[in-house]
């Protein structure tokens, strides 16, 4: 059973930055690609990065990219998620996903089995 367990969230300025973890254990991860996903109160969960475990290829939504960055560190089995130039639009609960399985749209939630127990990242002044 694979285990997901997202750390690193908290209060922080406009501006500001975060570093999100998630630590995968449970299985092994060279077939296995993970993301983030964020819901705010009200809305539907969200798809924010992925990143291909083996080999390393990312994609990110359009209202975070070129301020968020996924990385992943294969030693520790963890993705690491680095949010910069923080908005008051990005406050959610932030949650990594996986799965083992290929994807054709890696933007849709239900299509990922694995699941964090989510963080709460909360940008405000």
């Known amino acids: 059973q694979v285990q997901l367990v997202e750390s690193g969230g908290g209060l922080v300025q406009p501006g500001g930055s975060l570093r999100l973890s998630c630590a995968a254990s449970g299985r092994t991860f060279s077939n296995y690609v993970m993301a983030w996903f964020r819901q705010a109160p009200g809305k539907e969960r969200e798809f924010v990065t992925f990143?291909?475990?083996?080999?390393?290829?990312?994609y990110y939504a359009d209202s975070v990219k070129g301020r968020f960055t996924i990385s992943r560190d294969n030693a520790k089995n963890t993705v690491y998620l680095q949010m910069d130039r923080l908005k008051p639009e990005d406050t959610a609960i932030y949650y990594c996903?996986?799965?083992?399985?290929?994807?054709?749209?890696?933007?849709?939630?239900?299509?990922?089995?694995?699941w964090g127990q989510g963080t709460q990242v909360t940008v405000s002044s």
């Open positions: 990143i291909n475990w083996r080999t390393g290829s990312t």
């Open positions: 996903a996986g799965t083992g399985r290929y994807l054709l749209d890696v933007r849709l939630a239900r299509d990922y089995d694995d």
